[in-house]
């Protein structure tokens, strides 16, 4: 595994991303699924590339727990992650490196009442070296894009009984 930002790591840990990433955006979207549903979804990450099609290669190292790493390819590029706060249909945080590029995570799950949930998320990356034409707004439109793949991977599948 590669070396996570043990910085960046701390902050998701704690629920926060990195204020002075040279990009910065969050997003939420309400979805017609009970919040466990929801949370699980993103949670399994074996079901990414079935939330967008640019994520493929997801393997996992172990139960989704804080510390637990998986890897994964987006838009074919490799890269390494690790869950830093699991809190199960509430809170889920990721840190995730490559070379000259660091990101976190923030997904919070709102409960809306009967079978309906909004996710919401926030995301720092740094990734200057390797994507500098990554700002504020291609953050968020890449943040958009995961939303609005949870929204449709999830309310999509049967719901579980």
């Known amino acids: 595994m590669r070396t996570i930002d043990t910085r960046v790591y701390e902050l998701a840990s704690a629920g926060a991303v990195d204020m002075a990433a040279p990009a910065i955006a969050g997003g939420a979207i309400d979805i017609d699924a009970p919040r466990e549903v929801v949370w699980d979804a993103l949670a399994q990450v074996e079901n990414w590339p079935g939330i967008r099609a640019d994520v493929s290669d997801v393997e996992p190292s172990g139960p989704t727990e804080s510390g637990s790493s998986f890897t994964w390819s987006a838009g074919g590029a490799p890269v390494t992650s690790a869950f830093a706060l699991v809190e199960r249909a509430s809170r889920l945080t990721?840190?995730?490196?490559?070379?000259?590029?660091?990101?976190?995570?923030?997904?919070?799950?709102d409960d809306l009442g009967f079978e309906r949930t909004r996710i919401r998320c926030q995301e720092s990356m740094d990734a200057a070296a390797v994507a500098p034409h990554i700002d504020h707004d291609v953050l968020a439109g890449l943040i958009r894009s995961w939303l609005e793949g949870i929204k449709a991977f999830v309310e999509t599948q049967p719901v579980p009984r």
């Open 94 to 109: 990721w840190v995730t490196t490559a070379p000259g590029f660091s990101m976190a995570a923030v997904y919070e799950f």
